[in-house]
């Protein structure tokens, strides 16, 4: 049994939603952008590799990314990227590509050619793009270019992945008439739309959102030097951390006004039982070991990424929690329901699967087996139980370079040896 350090000042890498966002913009702009903070790992990394490869000059520097912008849309040259495991980065250059003249081949490692794309590759093809399936239909490997005209407005759903959703509305500044997008009744993650529209207000977008509609007006980016945030995400293992095994973190320069929906993630944990607040440093939690540790029920669909943070933390909670409100995330990296819920039973914990969530009832845990199924998510929440449960084994922890490649050396931080 291991107990946490004290009052922590823990730095997490910045967003790689934020800074994937802002890739896009600076790649589209005008003029020279800055991007500091940019987020290390696989995902940011394939991003800047394809825009390399699409002709944008991109030069980093450790954390620093200064980005030429002027990406010409009129070069008929025909191109090969590369995502890797990115669904994100997948989908961005998708629509981006979908601006060019020439075709680009969008492709990426297996399972990402497994995850869905066929709203996104629908409504780019109703647009107005030229949308190619090289293999199965609505997956990658995809050719797209620019189609003959363009539509001003589109009628979405957004129940499936806000990324769809934010990829028409970043290459919407550069359609004739900018676009229109009426969303569904059922908006997930819209925290993640919002976060597009910040962004893109800050490289000189106007857009805008309201209820089920999103309007952008034609125009373009500007370069801009841009600050990416920490990220909300990542910032939910050391919180999740404090939760199970009791302590003191801050996470450093993260606050309750992030562009960033997973922020919301220490106010669960508060309703947990945990002491959160904002200090001038950033946000922070606080908790004894001895106070007790309650289960809640929670529609997590705007913060869907920390499913399985909070399904971990429920485990040692005194009572159940119900976690509902993301079916969808079946098809993210792993299914981020069955496959947790598989591997957190090995360890003997009580959690059934529901249509939309888990239900998890606290049990007494045992040493065990973890596989990752190519999820960093997975791979890092679990690393959380290896603190307080002796004999857990993390397969696969090298994922965990897809966001944040240093996890397991910032986990020695986190904890007393």
Same mark, same amino acid.
């Not at 020279?32 to 990394?45: H, K, L, Q, R, Y």
């Not at 590509?97 to 995850?115: F, M, N, T, W, Y």
């Not at 629908?122 to 399936?133: D, P």
């Not at 999820?375 to 307080?388: G, P, S, Y």
């Given at each position: 049994m291991t107990s946490r350090r004290d009052g922590q000042l823990i730095s997490v890498p910045g967003s790689k939603s934020i800074a994937n966002r802002a890739?896009?913009? @600076?790649a589209l702009a005008n003029s020279e952008s800055v991007i500091s903070n940019c987020a290390p790992g696989d995902d940011t990394e394939a991003m800047i590799a394809a825009l390399r490869i699409l002709g944008v000059g991109v030069e980093r520097d450790g954390a620093s990314v200064k980005v030429a912008g002027r990406l010409d849309l009129e070069n008929v040259d025909e191109v090969r990227v590369d995502a890797k495991l990115a669904g994100t980065t997948s989908r961005f250059l998708t629509a981006l590509c979908s601006l060019r003249a020439g075709s680009s081949v969008i492709d990426g490692q297996e399972p990402l050619r497994k995850r869905p794309m066929l709203e996104l590759h629908s409504a780019l093809r109703s647009l107005g793009a030229k949308i190619e399936h090289l293999g199965d239909d609505g997956c990658l490997p995809v050719k797209v270019s620019r189609g003959r005209?363009?539509?001003?407005?589109?009628?979405?759903?957004a129940n499936i992945s806000s990324?769809?959703?934010?990829? %028409?509305?970043?290459?919407? !500044? +550069?359609? $004739?008439?900018?676009?229109?997008?009426?969303? #569904?009744?059922?908006?997930?993650s819209r925290g993640y739309i919002e976060m597009t529209v910040g962004v893109m207000r800050?490289? #000189?977008?106007q857009a805008d959102f309201s209820e089920n509609q999103i309007w952008v007006s034609p125009g373009e980016?500007? /370069? @801009?030097? +841009?600050?990416?945030? $920490?990220?909300?995400s990542a910032a939910s293992y050391p919180l999740g951390a404090v939760a199970i095994s009791g302590g003191s973190v801050t996470i450093k320069n993260l606050s309750r006004n992030s562009l960033q929906g997973d922020v919301e993630f220490i106010d669960l944990l508060a309703r947990m039982g945990c002491k959160v607040a904002e200090v001038a440093e950033g946000l922070q939690i606080q908790r004894?070991?001895?106070?007790?540790?309650?289960?809640? *029920?929670?529609?997590?669909?705007?913060?869907?990424?920390?499913? !399985?943070? %909070? @399904?971990?933390?429920?485990?040692?909670?005194?009572? $159940?929690?119900?976690?509902?409100?993301?079916?969808?995330?079946?098809?993210?990296?792993?299914? *981020?329901? #069955?496959? %947790? @819920?598989?591997?957190? *039973?090995?360890? /003997?914990?009580?959690?059934?699967e529901t249509r939309d969530g888990l239900l998890i009832d606290p049990a007494p845990l045992h040493a065990a087996n973890l596989e990752t199924h190519h999820d960093h998510r997975l791979a890092m929440a679990f690393a959380l139980i290896q603190h307080?449960?002796?004999g857990v084994v993390v397969r696969g922890p090298e994922v965990v370079s897809k966001s944040w490649p240093d996890y397991f050396g910032a986990l020695k931080t986190f904890y007393k040896s």
């Amino acid at each position: 049994m291991t107990s946490r350090r004290d009052g922590q000042l823990i730095s997490v890498p910045g967003s790689k939603s934020i800074a994937n966002r802002a890739l896009i913009c @600076a790649a589209l702009a005008n003029s020279e952008s800055v991007i500091s903070n940019c987020a290390p790992g696989d995902d940011t990394e394939a991003m800047i590799a394809a825009l390399r490869i699409l002709g944008v000059g991109v030069e980093r520097d450790g954390a620093s990314v200064k980005v030429a912008g002027r990406l010409d849309l009129e070069n008929v040259d025909e191109v090969r990227v590369d995502a890797k495991l990115a669904g994100t980065t997948s989908r961005f250059l998708t629509a981006l590509c979908s601006l060019r003249a020439g075709s680009s081949v969008i492709d990426g490692q297996e399972p990402l050619r497994k995850r869905p794309m066929l709203e996104l590759h629908s409504a780019l093809r109703s647009l107005g793009a030229k949308i190619e399936h090289l293999g199965d239909d609505g997956c990658l490997p995809v050719k797209v270019s620019r189609g003959r005209g363009w539509q001003a407005k589109i009628s979405s759903g957004a129940n499936i992945s806000s990324q769809f959703t934010s990829a %028409l509305m970043m290459i919407a !500044p +550069y359609l $004739p008439s900018g676009l229109e997008i009426v969303l #569904g009744d059922e908006i997930v993650s819209r925290g993640y739309i919002e976060m597009t529209v910040g962004v893109m207000r800050a490289f #000189g977008a106007q857009a805008d959102f309201s209820e089920n509609q999103i309007w952008v007006s034609p125009g373009e980016y500007r /370069g @801009a030097t +841009y600050g990416v945030e $920490p990220d909300a995400s990542a910032a939910s293992y050391p919180l999740g951390a404090v939760a199970i095994s009791g302590g003191s973190v801050t996470i450093k320069n993260l606050s309750r006004n992030s562009l960033q929906g997973d922020v919301e993630f220490i106010d669960l944990l508060a309703r947990m039982g945990c002491k959160v607040a904002e200090v001038a440093e950033g946000l922070q939690i606080q908790r004894e070991k001895t106070e007790a540790l309650r289960g809640v *029920r929670v529609d997590m669909s705007q913060i869907s990424d920390c499913v !399985p943070t %909070l @399904a971990v933390v429920a485990m040692f909670a005194d009572s $159940p929690t119900e976690i509902s409100g993301v079916g969808f995330i079946r098809s993210k990296e792993s299914d *981020r329901i #069955g496959d %947790l @819920a598989g591997e957190l *039973r090995k360890l /003997g914990a009580n959690i059934v699967e529901t249509r939309d969530g888990l239900l998890i009832d606290p049990a007494p845990l045992h040493a065990a087996n973890l596989e990752t199924h190519h999820d960093h998510r997975l791979a890092m929440a679990f690393a959380l139980i290896q603190h307080e449960v002796h004999g857990v084994v993390v397969r696969g922890p090298e994922v965990v370079s897809k966001s944040w490649p240093d996890y397991f050396g910032a986990l020695k931080t986190f904890y007393k040896s």
